[in-house]
């Protein structure tokens, strides 16, 4: 989602943010601009659709400072209009910003009735012309004065045409961090350190409502309460790589390929055969304390919460303890009833979603502690967490997530053994579990040299608009997971649901142009699968099923099955996983759908 990049520094400042923009590409966006001021003046470019357009219309040069930002729209359609930068009405100011002000229409409302002239749809828009409303000589002073007659989340920030020294920042529960140099004289500003392009940067998170005045290789940092404070920096290891679909046509085709390495990273060196112990490097919730909760909370959003699923079943098969998947954009709105002796995990690859975010936030007012699963260092989530479990999967471009999603599984895997252990698991077992664990990047290798008989699957089942996506027990979730790829990235309408759920309403909607996609990885629930099956057939609909070597009898009822390299109930969801995501890819591929940019979706949630 939106993103925000700023310079101020000795460079040429407009290059600098192309650079920083094109590297916060991967959040997903629908526009970019960028302002500077030049001469005394706002200068500004803006433009609907990718930094290539941006590009080819730019008339800007010769900047002293920018500040640029790539939208996903919110507030207002996609248009050249709606795209940020915004400008007050006497094009003093500019304002770049993320989040969402949610008290914006009475806010425009009042400014209409004083006379003022919208030029856009957005709620920034109203922000900017209430800075110039408020603004009096001192830029900082009318920031914080419209700061605090704004609702709602942000991160801004903002250039004055007579200052063209300074950036002003402030953000409110949105990232946004400042990168200072004070050797070179150069400050950055982005949503994403990881996109600052130097390891020397001094570093600090604005948050709360902070508000910085950002000079070259400086800033000074005041609270919501106009105080100034003290801000210490950190040096961070930056994890920026330049994304590269290295000859493959897609990052999502790439990133499915990387799945073997991935997941073997996810669990490499994090079990110890010799004691049957799981050992995550710094880890920093100690075992006693891991020992004596009484239940766990899963919060997540999307495919995380696919595996937030699958992981609560882990901890509670394996460890013994009662274990729970909530959505958090949910479970944020309820009565969760939380209390300490609750371990909260949050799970999410980009460690920026708005929702998890929150429900991060509610646990942690109910002095919960939190665990958070995540891909991405130095994200909000990783900041607030307690302790942190690295997937170490890598930049994930692709905005359908694939390998994050296999290597969320296999931490949760490993975590409910740790958990197990610590609740008198046996060794032996936790050798036993993590040996079958060990051979599933062999064996998604196994599914990756199948694509050619996927692809032909595919091609027979892209000519249907509707699915059903069905399982049990771990292949229900496994379901799920694989409806919301194909509806991702084809736009067909697919259903995760239940086998079971079927007769209980769905079957209405079943006939033979509605085929079922049938997980069968699961031998506890196999028997009841192939009955489930066999009422789908009755009813005419096309079956594809996907089930592992030796589940024979699935032949005789459906009409087309992919094989899976057999392993236990537990982990068969990293192959089935995988096997629907190359069947949605194969799907999109034959309905010429924009596969690494899908409609109307952003890489990082970053609104609620
Ligand atoms: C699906 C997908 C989304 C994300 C969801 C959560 O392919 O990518 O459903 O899983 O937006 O994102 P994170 O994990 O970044 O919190």
Redesign the pocket.
């Known amino acids: 989602m939106c993103g925000i990049f700023g310079y101020l520094g000795p460079k040429n400042p407009l290059q600098i943010c192309l650079a920083g923009l094109e590297q916060l590409e991967y959040r997903g966006y629908d526009s970019t601009g960028i302002a500077g001021i030049r001469n005394g003046q706002i200068v500004f470019c803006k433009k609907a659709g990718k930094l290539s357009n941006l590009l080819a219309s730019m008339t800007l040069n010769n900047l002293e400072s920018a500040i640029g930002h790539t939208r996903w729209a919110t507030h207002g359609q996609i248009s050249d209009q709606n795209a940020h930068p915004h400008l007050d009405s006497l094009h003093s100011i500019a304002i770049v910003h993320n989040g969402i002000i949610e008290n914006h229409h009475s806010l425009r409302a009042r400014l209409i009735e004083e006379g003022v002239t919208f030029s856009s749809e957005t709620d920034t828009e109203v922000v900017v012309q209430l800075m110039a409303k408020y603004y009096q000589g001192d830029l900082k002073s009318a920031v914080q004065q419209v700061l605090a007659l704004v609702q709602g989340i942000y991160a801004i920030a903002v250039v004055h045409k007579d200052h063209p020294d300074q950036i002003i920042a402030a953000a409110k529960e949105c990232p946004l961090a400042v990168g200072l140099d004070p050797m070179t004289h150069e400050s950055f500003l982005s949503s994403d350190p990881n996109t600052f392009p130097s390891s020397n940067l001094d570093i600090f998170f604005l948050k709360a409502g902070e508000v910085a005045v950002i000079r070259k290789g400086v800033a000074e940092v005041y609270n919501a309460e106009q105080q100034p404070i003290y801000k210490s920096t950190e040096r961070l290891q930056l994890h920026y790589t330049e994304p590269s679909k290295e000859g493959f046509d897609h990052f999502l085709l790439k990133e499915i390929h990387e799945q073997p390495h991935t997941v073997l990273k996810a669990i490499l060196g994090r079990f110890q055969e010799l004691t049957g112990n799981v050992e995550f490097e710094s880890f920093q919730i100690k075992d006693e304390e891991l020992a004596a909760y009484q239940r766990v909370c899963i919060l ?7 595996a937030g699923s699958i992981g609560a079943a882990y901890l509670e098969e394996l460890a013994k303890i009662p274990a729970q998947c909530e959505i958090a954009s949910e479970a944020r709105y309820r009565s969760m009833l939380l209390t300490p002796d609750t371990l909260v995990i949050v ?7 708005a929702d ?1 975010i929150a429900a991060l936030r509610m646990a942690k007012e109910a002095r919960c502690k939190i665990l958070a699963i995540c ?2 260092p130095h994200s909000t ?1 990783t900041r607030e967490a307690d302790a942190v479990i690295y997937l170490k999967a890598g930049t994930e471009i ?5 390998k ?2 296999t290597s ?1 599984i296999a931490v949760l895997a490993l975590f409910a053994l740790h958990m197990a252990r610590l609740r008198g698991l046996s060794a032996d077992a936790a050798r036993e579990f993590f040996r079958h664990l060990q051979q599933i990047p062999k064996q998604i290798h196994q599914v990756l040299n199948a694509i050619p008989q996927l692809r032909k699957i595919a091609e027979k089942y892209s000519r249907y608009d509707h699915f059903f996506f069905i399982g049990r027990l771990y292949m229900y979730t496994t379901s799920l997971e694989g409806a ?2 194909l509806k ?1 990235i084809s736009y067909v309408n697919a259903n995760g649901c239940p086998a079971g759920e079927l007769k209980h309403g769905p079957f209405a909607l079943i006939n033979s142009d509605f085929p079922v996609v049938a997980f069968c990885a699961n031998q506890q629930t196999k028997d009841k699968m192939l009955s489930n099956l066999a009422e789908v057939k009755a009813r005419g609909a096309p079956i594809l099923a996907f089930a592992p070597l030796g589940m024979e009898d699935v032949e005789i009822i459906a009409n087309d099955v992919f094989w899976l390299p057999p392993t236990t109930d537990l982990l068969a969801p990293f192959t089935a996983t995988v096997a629907a995501q190359l069947l949605a890819y194969y799907i999109a591929l034959e309905r010429q759908c924009n596969i690494d940019q899908p409609r109307n ?1 952003a ?3 970053t609104v609620e």
């Open positions: 997540a959003c999307g495919g995380s919460a696919h799970i999410s690859q980009s460690g920026e979603t998890t891909n991405v989530i692709s905005v359908c997530s694939t994050a999603l969320q919301l790829k991702e979706l890489k990082s949630v």
